[in-house]
């Protein structure tokens, strides 16, 4: 079973996963709005992080949440990590390992 945080901000929120979750499981249906940085990659909350958890689902993978999520009345530390982008280094590099996904990929259209 994988445990998760939520992380909320007055306006926003996103759950975070381990980078190798999502390399492991190859998982990359993930929209710019979410973020990441060296250890973890924040799903935003509206779109992103539900598709994770029903895909979760469609494993039979257990997980849980704590009973609160990690709370600041200010702009979260989120917020200053790294956008996700198809370019960014530690996208590319979790995608380079799979042949099938870098084939597919033309890294000088990479903005």
């Known amino acids: 079973m994988y445990h998760f945080a939520w992380i909320t901000d007055p306006s926003h929120g996103w759950l975070q996963v381990g980078w190798d979750l999502i390399s492991e499981y190859k998982y990359d249906d993930i929209s710019s709005y979410s973020y990441h940085d060296d250890l973890y990659v924040y799903l935003e909350e509206d779109r992103d992080a539900p598709k994770w958890l029903e895909f979760l689902d469609s494993k039979g993978i257990g997980y849980s949440f704590p009973d609160f999520p990690i709370h600041t ?4 530390f989120v917020r ?13 590099n979790s995608i380079a390992s799979d042949p099938e996904v870098s084939a597919n990929i033309h890294y000088g259209s990479l903005q």
């Open 73 to 76: 009345n200010e702009s979260s």
């Open 80 to 92: 200053n990590f790294y956008t996700w982008h198809i370019s960014s280094p530690h996208v590319l």
